[in-house]
C-alpha cells in the first residue's frame, strides 16, 4: 500500500491530500495550523467546533509512521480527531496507542 495521509475520527479514515513535508513542517512548529486542513471535513460531521487542542504527535521514523491527535469540543461533546501518515494506518495507529 502506498503511504497516504488520513484524517482518522469517529472510527473513519479519510484520505487527505496534505504531503508528508506539509505534515512535518507544521507537526513541528504549528500543529494548530495543521488543523485548519481538516477543519470543514470534520464540521460537516459533527456541526460547529468549539475548540481544538493539541495532544500528542508521534513519529515511528523506521516505518514512517506519524500521528497527531487533537481534542475537539463540539455539540456531541469532546472527540479525539488524528491526522496520520502512513502505508497502513491501522499499524500507525496501534503504534501510537502501544507508545502512550
Keep these: ?10 472510527d473513519k479514515f479519510v484520505p487527505l491530500d496534505i504531503p508528508l513535508d506539509k505534515l512535518m513542517e507544521h507537526a513541528e512548529s504549528k500543529p494548530l495550523a495543521l488543523f485548519e ?4 471535513i470534520i464540521e ?3 456541526g460547529r467546533i468549539e475548540s481544538v487542542s493539541f495532544h500528542e504527535a508521534y513519529f515511528d521514523p523506521k516505518a ?6 487533537y481534542f475537539v469540543r463540539c455539540s456531541l461533546g469532546e472527540l479525539s ?4 501518515y502512513s502505508d497502513d494506518p491501522v499499524r500507525a495507529l496501534s503504534r501510537y496507542y502501544e507508545h502512550e
Design 44 to 46: 460537516d460531521e459533527v
Design 64 to 69: 514512517l509512521d506519524v500521528v497527531l491527535e
Design 81 to 84: 480527531v488524528k491526522i496520520l
Design 37 to 40: 486542513f481538516v477543519r470543514d
Design 1 to 10: 500500500m502506498k503511504s497516504c495521509t488520513y484524517l482518522y475520527f469517529m
